[in-house]
């Protein structure tokens, strides 16, 4: 056990919907890392926070945003919906999010767009 | 651009040695790493290795990197079937996240 908890495990889904996926980091963490992990495209970096402030941004598309609250916890908003958004996606926890340092993943949420 | 390559499987018999290969392109990455993913699970780091080392051993893994061609592998000792997984090579990328490659199948026949 990572101590990342993510919820919910799985989502189901219809195109055009919004989705929200919740991320909990380990305790004392304070940097949040957003993965998506596709068969075709691998494991790509969307977004990461600190502290409750962005901290840097791969290839997070418009529709996707996020953010880090006061307790830490974290929010991953998928809106509008395709069905090439179905994937494994990730959360990660660092202690100070300098990328020196290891990142502890949660089991992820797979979405299923239908 | 910042991207990291490696095969996508590998079959080995239980108690042979397993080696996973990786190219990365950044060389001036600092630390690489090794994850490793089991079904239905996250990615759990296996071991790094600092960029200025050419090589690292922990246990049943050895790490070697060649800095010159930009090449990381894993060997991984007396190969067992719990050492089915998919392993993730991965740099750090200019804005701090790690960069992972598409990851290799290990499957590991009894």
């Known amino acids: ?114 | 651009g910042e991207d990291v390559e490696q095969s996508l499987f590998l079959s080995v018999r239980e108690g042979d040695s397993s080696v996973i290969n990786c190219t990365y392109t950044d060389s001036s990455s600092t630390y690489l790493y090794w994850y490793k993913q089991e079904p239905g699970a996250g990615l759990q780091l296996l071991t790094y290795i600092f960029s200025n080392m050419d090589m690292k051993q922990d246990q049943r893994l050895t790490v070697l990197l060649n800095k010159k061609d930009k090449h990381l592998s894993l060997r991984i000792a007396d190969t067992q079937t719990g050492d089915s997984a998919i392993y993730f090579c991965a740099e750090r990328g200019s804005q701090g996240n790690l960069i992972f490659g598409k990851g290799t199948k290990l499957s590991v026949k009894p």
Do not use: M
């Open chain 1, 1 to 114: 056990d990572s101590g990342v908890t993510q919820t919910p495990k799985h989502l189901i889904t219809a195109t055009g919907q919004r989705v929200t996926l919740r991320c909990s980091p380990r305790s004392g963490d304070l940097s949040v890392y957003w993965y998506q992990q596709s068969l075709d495209q691998g494991l790509q970096f969307l977004i990461q926070y600190y502290n409750g402030e962005e901290r840097a941004k791969g290839n997070i598309l418009e529709r996707f945003s996020a953010q880090q609250f006061p307790d830490l916890h974290s929010e991953l908003n998928l809106s509008s919906l395709e069905l090439g958004d179905s994937a494994l996606y990730f959360c990660a926890s660092s202690s100070t999010g300098s990328g020196y340092e290891k990142l502890f993943f949660g089991s992820g949420t797979q979405l299923s767009v239908l």
